[in-house]
């Protein structure tokens, strides 16, 4: 079984370094190799449940295929990823669309492609969302979104699952289940709790897990599946330890109980941050007062999470590392003060050093944005032996394409 982390001194510097130097930087590289790995480590640990993408934590179609041919279904968030799972290759049947507050375009092309293709699945986390889509005429495949009054989570901004946005207050669930039976063909439950399942904080899992067994048990309906979400946590930081995923899946079942449905679980961010970094150049040194900053050419819009969590990203310099090490902050070329990557302990930077920034698979290029005009990087993919840009890096032409002026000026 391989690793159950990679962590960022084990990437090849040289190979990086190459591929920076070929394509320009930043540059992320996604090793889809090590997403097969992430995913039969998954599949491993939980033999008898169906394992679910979130494809949000990054929906390169190079990973979306990757995963469907590992065997993965595919969760999404919106009718753009319903779409990109299916062109992809996904099955529909192993399509779930999970409609959070959805906008009526996509729950007009999620009830119109299930309609051509019955297997899709509709999650549902309002009854108002269930209206709307019998409204449309669906009577089809649903799940309900329960909200299960645990969260879980590194930051208020990622924990769901006592968040009354999603998912309806699981007292009412039994009674909204007995409801809506002869209206669709309710399939399942779910309940996701945010991000960051970790070895600490698994009591709130069971919880989250204990609560969806009992629903399950509770309804008189005869469910395909019980879905307990994602959140599988990955260490961001070189002294954190990975997760060990067979003691989750142990506390899961064990927290489950007998139920006569299938365990669903939908990891996005495990399946894929470990497997990518970002690349990026050092533009500026600057010695201000007491401080280092050192600027690069990768910021905020190319990943956000630092800016927008607080999050902890792990960063290894590429150049000679035997160079005396220094305290640096390390920022963007954003017009921000939030645009700080963090302090770390470097071996003094130069100009021109290329930096590596771990765990930058997931959540990554799927937040960039083109704020301050800054193109979106290009990404490469790596597999094996192979490599090869899979997206190709924008030019400002891309970023003012839309733009069509207005007749008086
Ligand atoms: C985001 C999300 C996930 C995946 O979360 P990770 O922390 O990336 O594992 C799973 N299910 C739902 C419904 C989500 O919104």
């Keep these: 079984m391989s690793s159950p982390v990679r962590r960022l001194v084990e990437w090849d510097a040289t190979r990086l370094s190459g591929l920076a130097n070929a394509h320009g930087t930043p540059l992320y590289v ?15 640990a939980f033999p008898d449940a169906t394992v679910m993408y979130a494809a949000k934590a990054n929906t390169a179609k190079t990973v979306l295929k990757t995963l469907v041919e590992a065997g993965a279904g595919i969760e999404c968030t919106s009718a753009g990823e319903v779409e990109r799972a299916l062109s992809a290759g996904c099955p529909p049947e192993r399509v779930q669309y999970t409609a959070v507050n959805p906008p009526e375009e996509d729950l007009d092309y999620a009830v119109s492609t299930a309609r051509d293709d019955p297997g899709l699945t509709i999650t549902a986390g ?3 969302t269930m209206a709307r889509l ?4 669906y009577r089809g495949r ?3 979104r329960v909200n299960p009054g645990v969260g879980a989570g590194h930051h208020e901004k990622v924990s769901t699952g006592a968040n009354a946005k999603f998912g309806v207050p699981i007292d009412r669930a039994p009674g909204l289940l007995a409801e809506v039976a002869d209206r669709f063909d309710v399939v399942g439950i779910h309940a996701h709790a945010g991000s960051g399942i970790s070895g600490e904080d698994l009591a709130a899992h069971r919880e989250l897990v204990s609560r969806m067994g009992e629903l399950a048990r509770e309804t008189d309906l005869d469910l395909e599946f019980v879905d307990v979400g994602g959140g599988f946590g990955v260490p961001y930081r070189p002294e954190e330890k990975p997760l060990d995923l067979e003691r989750v899946a142990q506390a899961t079942r064990e927290a489950l109980g007998e139920v006569d449905a299938t365990l669903a679980v939908e990891p996005g961010r495990y399946l894929v ?7 990026t150049r050092v533009n500026t040194v600057k010695p201000a007062g007491e401080e280092l900053v050192v600027g690069v050419d990768a910021g905020m819009t190319t990943l956000a999470r630092p800016a927008m969590y607080g999050a902890r990203h792990g960063i290894r310099s590429l150049a000679a590392e035997e160079r005396e090490t220094v305290e640096a902050t390390v920022t963007g070329p954003i017009c921000e003060s939030g645009d700080v990557f963090g302090t770390y302990e470097l071996p003094a930077p130069d100009r021109g050093d290329l930096l590596a920034i771990g765990n930058a698979g997931a959540y990554g290029y799927e937040m960039a944005s083109q704020y301050n005009s800054r193109p979106r990087p290009a990404t490469v993919a790596v597999d094996g032996e192979e490599s090869a840009v899979d997206r190709r890096r924008e030019t400002v032409a891309d970023v003012t394409r839309l733009e069509r002026g207005v007749p008086w000026l």
């Design 30 to 44: 996604q090793d889809l190799g090590r997403v097969r790995e992430n995913y039969d480590r998954m599949a491993a």
């Design 126 to 128: 309002a009854e108002d």
């Design 134 to 137: 019998a409204e449309r005429g």
């Design 142 to 144: 649903l799940c309900l």
């Design 273 to 279: 941050a470990d497997a990518g970094v970002l690349l």
